[in-house]
């Protein structure tokens, strides 16, 4: 029973983050359109991008606490139709403070859902005693690509938001709320070889600094594309608006495909190689991006980009959860807010670099910073670090 139970969370957990996925790409892919809908000038655009992080940091904090009363089951079970619901919220308005209240009611929900579904993930894993974390992930990539596919006819077909988004929510929600019912935490499980007894009980952030600092580097660079990509491969580099859905989509193909194997990969090399080798790929994919000559070549350097950054992120929850085993719930919801220190960082500094200079020297930022990401490596354990040994069987099972 216990078995089958944690497989049926493990299920239930991937279909989280494909939804999550989904509402995120239909939210980022149509940042043009959000922008033409509203008024939404070019120097104000950066702000109201910054708003959603700002206040998903806020909620991640805040759910630390929460998950200590109620555990993070509940808390992900109640804050994904809250997403939903924001995304059908932005798509209905049509006054700047409508979108104001929907994109601040998105980024309060957004950060407890992630927390939450990053701190099951964890301990799922943990219970598996093997590296499952980029599965979930990968799950996440899955919904992207379906979420920028159906932007694309959205901005094809010349649909409004509200038309794009309703059937889209209508669909999932109550499918993430019928889902939820199968949510589990892993137990305690083995704890890992690199584990120390320091590290296994209060989060210190000394030892927490390092992973904190490859998030915010790897969120910059992920802001940029999800931010970024549809304008500039529109205003730079002279794509259609609907050529302008494709980088994203393009981005989260290879985001995928780094996901699925990714697991092989640490299982094989060792968690510090792939973090090492996918910040070095993900550097030369924001080069190539800055010297793109045309909407084509941009679309494959962004492609390019996506299978270096799709490991950095879920290897970073993953490290988190194996640096402090007895207390990895608080360490995935400080760390989580480093996701978002890196969305408020990277869009607003993308965006005036973009204005002050140019758009194409602003992608060298997030290329020098996902390259730094090479020195914290060690960061994320040796080799020879296996997850509980690397046993194949689920631990004990704790219902969230």
Known sequence: MTDARLRRGRGSLAFGFFV??????????????????????????????????????????????VVARVGPAVVLRWSQPFVLLALLAVGAGTELWQAAVALGFFGLAVGALDASMNMLGVSLQRAYGRSIMLGFHASYSL???????????????????FTSYLPVVAVLLPLALAGSRWYVAGGDGPVPEEST??????????????????????YIGDSTVANWSAKYLQDVLHGSEELATVPYNAYMVTTLLGRAVGDFGVRRLGAA?????????????FGLVAAAPGA???????????LGLSVLVPQTFAAAGRLFPGNSDAAVARLNVFNYVGFLIGSPLVGALGDAWSYRGAMLVPMVLVLVTVVYATSFGSRGARYGGGHERPRTVDVG
Do not use: N
């Open 20 to 65: 999550q996925g989904v509402t995120f790409a239909l939210l980022v892919t149509r940042i043009p359109a959000i922008q033409d809908r509203y008024g939404i000038s070019d120097a104000l655009l950066p702000a109201f991008l910054a708003a959603v992080p700002i206040l998903a940091g806020v909620a991640s904090v805040v759910t630390e606490k």
């Open 273 to 285: 190689a792939v973090v090492r080798g996918g910040a070095v790929l993900a550097a030369l994919g």
């Open 143 to 161: 919904g992207g690509i379906v979420g920028a596919s159906l932007a694309w006819v959205g901005a094809h077909w010349h649909l409004s938001l």
């Open 197 to 218: 007894e320091k590290g296994s009980g209060a989060v210190a952030f000394t030892l927490l600094l390092p992973l904190c600092l490859v998030m915010t580097f790897a």
């Open 296 to 306: 084509w070549a941009g679309i494959a350097s962004f492609t390019l980009l996506g």
